[in-house]
């Protein structure tokens, strides 16, 4: 159809701009975002440190969501979110995450 975007067999439209960007989480609640749309996302805890994940109000294991660690049990890391407004925190210090964003 003219206009539309095409997108490849089997591809969900919210995951057809994908890209990657790093986040870093702090002790405050961070927004993940690199200022682009995000319809769904994929997040990866690369460090020892549990990160949690929540909305506004995510204060670690009170209100947040832990994701994986390299070390800690936790929510699957290949667990897809939509991630608009998703936000992260930390108990100390700070930790990059990678994720793997669809838009539209």
Known sequence: IEGMQHMPEGVPGSLVNVR?????????????SDDKPIASGLIWNNSAT????G???VATTVTGFPICT?????????????????QCIV???SVDVLILAGGQ
């Open 20 to 32: 990657t960007f790093t986040e870093s989480c702090g002790t405050t609640a961070t927004i993940i």
């Open 91 to 93: 108990t100390a210090g």
């Open 50 to 53: 549990p990160v949690y994940l």
């Open 70 to 86: 390299n070390t800690a049990l936790c929510l699957r890391a290949d667990m897809p979110i939509d991630a608009r407004r998703v």
């Open 55 to 57: 909305g506004s109000d």
